[in-house]
Structure formats: C-alpha cells, structure tokens
C-alpha cells in the first residue's frame, strides 16, 4: 500500500493544492426551483432521475454558491479555482464577477482568480452547470445517461508568480488560443528498448510578472527505490509575462522496462524550479519506460514482445451517485473487474477520474482512453463547426493531463461516429488524429467502429470494431466470419474489438441458451453465457486481434432504455450496477484470464426453481478435472475442456443439492448450489 500511496501523491505533490473544505456545504439550487439544498461535492441532480427510464430527467442548469474565507497570505501569489469535471457547459462567477465559462463535461479546467479574490476574508463562489441538450459538444448523443453537475472534487491551486504552468496556452487553427489545465511536465520517450531509452523532459513554466528573471530547471529521474539514474540542470532567461515551455533530453541505459501486469515497474520524474536562486516550484510524475507497437497479422506489442490485450469496458458511474462518484467507488469497480484476470479496460466513452490513472498504472493494467466523441460530430457545417472546437479543445484535455500515465496504450478518437446521419465525420476525426499526432507520437490513435469499413476507420493508426452479432444482428458465428473477412480484406490494417456482448438480468432465465429478441422484456442469463463462451473463443483463435473489451464491466444507466425488465438499464454487463452481483458470464472469464487463483463454479445458479428434471450442469473451472456430487452422491469425474465442463443429471421432486469439487494447487476447491425441481402441470 505504501507504494500505491505514493503513486497516488504523484499528480498532487506538484502543485499548491489547497483542499480546505472547499468541496463541503455547497447551497445548490435547480432551475425552475427556489428549494436550496445543502449537497456536498461532487453531486449531480441526476443521480435518481437519470437511471430510472423514461428518457426524461432534468437536463438544464445547476447552481451551487459556497462562502469561503480566503487567507491572507494568498495575496501576492497566482490563485485558481480547479475543477476536477463539470458536465458540461460551466461557468464560474466570484463575488458576483463571472470569471470563465468551460464546455466539455470529463476533463478538469481551472480558472485563474487572483485579481477577482478578497484576501483575508470572505469571498462567494457561484459555479453554474449546464447540461441541456442544445449545448453542441461532444457527446452530441449517446447511449448513456449525460448526468450533470459538479462530478469531481474541486480545489485551489496557489502558485508563486513565477512557477511550472498548470495552465498553459494552447494553439489552434479551430479556436485561436485558449488554457488548458495541463500536467506541469511531461517524459516524452522517442525511442526504448531493453538497452537504452532515449527520453526529452518536457517542461511548461510561466513568468505572470512584469520583469524578466532567470530560471533554473533542476530535473531528475529516479528509479523505484529512489537513487537518480540521470539528471539535467539547465538554466534559461524568460521574458516578462511569458509562457514558454522548455525541452531537455535524457539517455537511459539499460532501463528497467514497464512489463504490464507481470513486472509495472516505474520511476518518478522529479523536477525542482528556482528563480534568481529561490525554490519556486516542484513537480513529480510517474514514468513507465516501454515501447508499443500493434502489428496487422500478430497483434498488441510490448517492449518487443506479443501482449494480448483482453478486458473489457468500464463506465465511470454508481447507482444514485451517476458520475459524481468517490475514488472508493473507482477502486471498488477496478478491483471487482480484476478477479477476472483482466490486464487491460477500455475507459468509456469520456476522461475518467485521476485515480484510475494511477491504480492502473501501479496494477500494470492497460487502459485505452478516450474523448466522448459519439454517434455524430453534428447535423450541418455549423453546428460541426462549433462540435469540432470542443472536440479538439477535450483532445488536448486528455493528453496534456493523462500524458505521463504508463497504463495508458492507445488515445481513442471516436466511437460508432458514423451512427447517426449528419455531416461527414472525416475531417473531424483527422483533425483530432493531427492534434494527438502534435503532442504524443509513441502511442497509437485508434477509434470504435460500428460499421466496419468507413473512411474513419483508416484515420487512425489502427480501429476496432463494435460487434453484436447474435443479438443487434446475425448469429453469433456470424462474427468470427466478419472479423477474417476484415483482415483478409485488409491486411495490412490493426484491427481489434473493441465492443462486445448481451444483455442480462440475473433474474431471467431459461433451459436451453436460445436467441433472444434485443430490446425485449426477457434477457435470461444462460444467453449471455453462451454469447461470451462462443465470442471468447472465437477471438482467442484470431491472434491479429489487437485487443478485445467486453461491453460492458457493469450494467450501467441510459435513462432511454427500457428493456430487460428493468427501464433506464443497459444491462450488458458481466456484473450488477451496484458491484454486489457477478452473473455468470464474470467467470467465464475468470476461468480463461485469472491463472492465479484456482477456482470452480457452478453456472445458472440462480435458476433455482426448476420445471425440468433433466439437465445438463454446467460448469467453468481452470483445472483439468471436476468431480460432481448430486444430493451427497458421486455422479461422475467431468474433464473439463477449454474452461467448460458438462454434466448430464437427472433431479428429484423437490430440493436437490449439487456440490462440485476439483483438486487444486493449494487444495481442494469447491462450488455448491440448491435447485428446487417441481413438474410442471400438465394442460
């Protein structure tokens, strides 16, 4: 824990953060309403109306004041107010003086507040939250709830005058110039290998005075146990209210290389800057040394070497609580999703919270991050216009923040984006391509696709596709034809899954896995089993597939759903909403990807009430062999193939216990259920 801990203390310890109370009693007021509640931060007003069907819950504004004292001291120094997320259109007023207005609704923003501050006493704070539906950003549309609201904590930032730059100015053809909150610095690595690692630090610094000074950086990389392995010293002249950032490179020899799951070793970039002889300012970032590759015909590499990415997709949300979750609750869903064996998330469809970030990073999880560019990029040339500045501006966003993470291995630029109609989405993905493409040249950009062969799909690096055939469309089988009949096709073209799966609710069930209607009242579990049983190993067969997500981690909230028994409930996950249930399909893949823990189990255990009295029991385990017991006598030793065994039994009027055993490294592991079996009556 000591070292998690650290990691964690990586993106704070490089900035004056004052937590303070500030996210405590908020007076929060909706639109249309006089009530005034106390909430604390974060907190969104859609965490029951945004999940429980219909498709009508609040999308309009949110207010939330807060008096606070500010210290005194503060006077004289830079001051911003930092907001971890707001979704999606906010703006920021100080003692009744608006400040700034920030569109995009998963990345975090701060508005600079020095000369709007009375120092030494009491100030009011008023953040207005927009998420009504006529504000064009990304997500235009999606299949999910848009809840809104504060969604991550907020903090001050008290810099000196002259410092690292966690704001700095970007540039760009669509908006001109804007701020974008920004790690200070950044270890860009040009090329890495097991004998050298060839590395430039990258630093953002800032001159908010109207006198030139010198400028010392002092930067260091040190290894796990904190002895340095190469350092800089360098020493520049910054003008008067200048922002520029400065670059020095490294050599590494033989470095310890960041391995994924088996060995996520990583040093810390550490970096001292003085003025005129005066620490001003320190910054600290994780660094995991690694190449990648993808290759058309083998797949993910890493350092050299076959990494077969497997995982599945992971949204950032709660029952109540929609994204204004806890890091608690971030942990919960990475530690539930990790019994599988899993070395790798798809982080849907938007910026997740900074912890994630880093716990994947200390676990040696790869993570593909996204922006939450969805469905469409706009209807005409104006609204694409107006779509394509705030797409670009939450590009930036995600990899001037994420930049330094290891975890990270590919930036997504889009998902099904051909979806809906409207404008071509082309120029709008080569864009985003070209503003990664400007920061980051060692990771691959990629993009989900519903429809596999459109021009989007050849922007990126390399693509993967959304599959649901045996349940939008065709037959299961139907999808190991289409994905040889892409690379065949296109050879030469990195194609992965990047979506994949069925819905169902743990209460439905059936005898036999038969096709079930999509969008239908009936999604039994047995056919999400056999759904993930047959895609598995269909993907496990096809080593070019770059990387596979399951869709989803979790059953998750789209207020406009209504199916599956449950309204307002995409239910597609390999477990509950709420953490607490993991169906069936969960260890199915426990049983192929968690190689460290023997384990057996028993599938449809929850189809308790049984009118048949033959059945076939079946079972996943990832060992050899499993003997079955059916009320206290041995039926039969079932080898188990491919992670699957099968066993025909026969059940008695009445409650039938089956117990299931198989010898394990440290010992016997077991599985029991009870299933009651009562005829049905004759017509």
Same mark, same amino acid.
């Given at each position: 824990?000591?070292?998690?801990?650290?990691?964690?203390?990586?993106?704070?310890?490089?900035?004056?953060?004052?937590?303070?109370?500030?996210?405590?009693?908020?007076?929060?007021?909706?639109?249309g309403s006089?009530?005034?509640?106390?909430?604390?931060?974060?907190?969104?007003?859609?965490?029951?109306?945004?999940?429980?069907?219909?498709?009508?819950?609040?999308?309009?504004?949110?207010?939330?004041?807060k008096e606070?004292?500010?210290?005194?001291?503060?006077?004289?120094?830079?001051?911003?107010?930092?907001?971890?997320?707001?979704?999606?259109?906010?703006?920021?007023?100080?003692?009744?003086?608006?400040?700034?207005?920030?569109?995009?609704?998963?990345?975090?923003f701060?508005?600079?507040?020095?000369?709007?501050?009375?120092?030494?006493?009491?100030n009011?704070l008023?953040i207005?939250?927009?998420?009504?539906?006529?504000?064009?950003?990304?997500?235009?549309?999606?299949?999910f709830?848009?809840y809104?609201?504060v969604?991550?904590?907020?903090?001050?930032?008290?810099?000196?005058?002259?410092?690292?730059?966690?704001?700095?100015?970007?540039?760009?053809?669509?908006?001109?110039?804007?701020?974008?909150?920004?790690?200070?610095?950044?270890?860009?690595?040009?090329?890495?290998?097991?004998?050298?690692?060839?590395?430039?630090?990258?630093?953002?610094?800032?001159?908010?005075?109207?006198?030139?000074?010198?400028?010392?950086?002092?930067?260091?990389?040190?290894?796990a146990?904190?002895?340095?392995v190469?350092?800089?010293?360098?020493?520049?002249?910054?003008?008067?209210?200048?922002?520029?950032?400065?670059?020095?490179?490294?050599?590494?020899?033989?470095?310890?290389?960041?391995?994924?799951?088996?060995?996520?070793?990583?040093?810390?970039?550490?970096?001292?800057?003085?003025?005129d002889?005066?620490?001003?300012?320190?910054d600290?970032?994780p660094?995991?040394?690694?190449?990648? /590759?993808?290759?058309?015909? +083998?797949? !993910?590499? =890493?350092?050299? %070497?076959? $990494?077969?990415?497997?995982?599945?997709?992971?949204?950032?949300?709660?029952?109540?609580?929609?994204?204004?979750?806890?890091?608690?609750?971030?942990?919960?869903?990475?530690?539930?999703?990790?019994?599988?064996?899993?070395?790798y998330?798809?982080?849907?469809?938007?910026?997740?919270?900074?912890?994630?970030?880093?716990?994947?990073?200390?676990l040696?999880?790869?993570?593909?991050?996204?922006?939450?560019?969805?469905?469409?990029?706009?209807?005409?040339?104006?609204?694409?216009?107006?779509?394509? /500045?705030?797409?670009?501006? +939450?590009? !930036?966003? =995600?990899?001037? %923040?994420? $930049?330094?993470?290891?975890?990270?291995?590919?930036?997504?630029?889009?998902?099904?984006?051909n979806?809906?109609?409207?404008?071509?989405?082309?120029?709008?993905?080569?864009?985003?391509?070209?503003?990664?493409?400007?920061?980051?040249?060692?990771?691959?950009?990629?993009?989900?696709?519903?429809?596999?062969?459109k021009?989007?799909?050849?922007?990126?690096?390399?693509?993967?596709?959304?599959?649901?055939?045996g349940?939008?469309?065709?037959?299961?089988?139907?999808?190991?034809?289409v994905?040889?009949?892409?690379?065949?096709?296109?050879?030469?073209?990195?194609?992965?899954?990047?979506?994949?799966?069925?819905?169902?609710?743990?209460?439905?069930?059936?005898?036999?896995?038969?096709?079930?209607?999509?969008?239908?009242?009936?999604?039994?579990?047995?056919?999400?089993?056999?759904?993930h049983?047959s895609?598995?190993?269909?993907?496990?067969?096809?080593?070019?597939?770059?990387?596979?997500?399951?869709?989803?981690?979790?059953?998750?909230?789209?207020?406009?759903?209504?199916?599956?028994?449950?309204?307002?409930?995409?239910?597609?996950?390999?477990?509950?909403?709420?953490?607490?249930?993991?169906?069936?399909?969960?260890?199915?893949?426990?049983?192929?990807?968690?190689?460290?823990?023997?384990?057996?189990?028993?599938?449809?255990?929850?189809?308790?009430?049984?009118?048949?009295?033959?059945?076939?029991?079946?079972i996943?385990?990832?060992?050899?062999?499993?003997?079955?017991?059916l009320?206290?006598?041995?039926?039969?030793?079932?080898?188990?193939?491919?992670?699957?065994?099968?066993?025909?039994?026969?059940?008695?009027?009445?409650?039938?216990?089956?117990?299931?055993?198989?010898?394990?490294?440290?010992?016997?592991?077991?599985?029991?259920?009870t299933?009651?079996?009562?005829?049905a009556?004759?017509?």
């Amino acid at each position: 824990m000591k070292k998690f801990a650290s990691l964690i203390a990586m993106a704070c310890s490089t900035l004056a953060v004052c937590a303070n109370g500030i996210n405590d009693d908020w007076q929060f007021t909706l639109e249309g309403s006089a009530k005034k509640t106390q909430v604390n931060l974060p907190y969104t007003w859609n965490g029951d109306d945004g999940q429980d069907g219909g498709n009508n819950y609040f999308r309009g504004v949110g207010t939330y004041e807060k008096e606070v004292e500010v210290p005194a001291e503060w006077q004289g120094k830079t001051v911003y107010l930092k907001i971890g997320a707001a979704n999606m259109e906010t703006t920021l007023s100080v003692n009744g003086e608006q400040v700034g207005t920030h569109v995009g609704g998963y990345a975090s923003f701060m508005f600079e507040v020095t000369q709007t501050l009375k120092y030494g006493a009491v100030n009011t704070l008023k953040i207005q939250v927009n998420n009504s539906k006529s504000i064009v950003s990304p997500p235009l549309s999606a299949d999910f709830t848009f809840y809104g609201g504060v969604l991550r904590p907020v903090s001050w930032v008290v810099k000196e005058n002259r410092s690292f730059n966690p704001n700095p100015i970007v540039k760009h053809k669509l908006f001109g110039e804007k701020r974008i909150n920004a790690a200070s610095t950044r270890v860009e690595q040009y090329e890495v290998n097991a004998d050298a690692a060839s590395l430039g630090l990258r630093a953002f610094v800032r001159n908010s005075t109207g006198a030139a000074a010198s400028f010392r950086l002092k930067s260091r990389l040190e290894d796990a146990a904190g002895k340095t392995v190469c350092s800089s010293d360098t020493t520049f002249e910054v003008k008067a209210w200048e922002e520029p950032d400065v670059l020095v490179k490294w050599q590494v020899s033989r470095p310890h290389l960041y391995q994924g799951k088996p060995d996520p070793y990583m040093y810390s970039e550490v970096s001292e800057l003085y003025v005129d002889g005066r620490l001003v300012d320190t910054d600290r970032q994780p660094v995991g040394l690694r190449s990648m /590759r993808i290759d058309p015909a +083998q797949g !993910f590499f =890493l350092n050299d %070497q076959s $990494y077969r990415l497997y995982g599945v997709c992971l949204h950032e949300e709660m029952p109540h609580k929609g994204r204004a979750v806890s890091d608690a609750d971030r942990k919960l869903s990475i530690d539930v999703m990790r019994e599988t064996g899993l070395n790798y998330f798809r982080l849907a469809h938007y910026q997740h919270g900074d912890f994630t970030y880093h716990y994947l990073d200390s676990l040696g999880i790869f993570c593909w991050s996204e922006v939450p560019v969805v469905n469409s990029v706009g209807m005409n040339d104006s609204e694409n216009e107006v779509f394509q /500045r705030n797409a670009v501006s +939450q590009m !930036f966003e =995600l990899v001037m %923040q994420l $930049y330094n993470h290891p975890s990270i291995v590919v930036w997504g630029l889009s998902n099904e984006v051909n979806y809906q109609p409207g404008i071509d989405p082309t120029y709008t993905i080569k864009t985003l391509n070209e503003v990664v493409k400007t920061m980051d040249r060692h990771r691959p950009t990629v993009v989900a696709a519903m429809f596999p062969e459109k021009m989007t799909n050849f922007v990126p690096d390399a693509y993967a596709a959304n599959r649901y055939d045996g349940w939008y469309y065709g037959k299961i089988e139907d999808f190991g034809k289409v994905m040889d009949e892409l690379h065949s096709k296109y050879p030469y073209r990195a194609i992965g899954v990047s979506e994949y799966g069925v819905g169902a609710n743990v209460t439905h069930h059936q005898d036999i896995a038969a096709p079930i209607q999509e969008g239908g009242q009936f999604h039994p579990e047995e056919y999400q089993s056999h759904f993930h049983e047959s895609y598995w190993k269909m993907i496990k067969d096809r080593p070019f597939i770059w990387s596979s997500s399951v869709w989803a981690g979790f059953d998750f909230a789209v207020d406009s759903r209504n199916e599956g028994g449950v309204p307002g409930r995409n239910d597609k996950g390999l477990a509950s909403f709420d953490r607490q249930t993991r169906k069936d399909a969960f260890y199915w893949y426990k049983a192929n990807w968690n190689k460290e823990e023997d384990f057996v189990y028993i599938t449809s255990r929850r189809y308790t009430q049984r009118s048949q009295q033959t059945t076939n029991l079946r079972i996943y385990a990832n060992l050899p062999r499993v003997t079955v017991y059916l009320n206290g006598k041995k039926v039969a030793d079932v080898d188990v193939k491919d992670c699957l065994a099968v066993c025909p039994l026969t059940l008695k009027k009445g409650d039938n216990v089956i117990r299931i055993e198989a010898a394990g490294r440290q010992g016997t592991v077991e599985d029991t259920v009870t299933w009651n079996y009562k005829p049905a009556k004759k017509k």
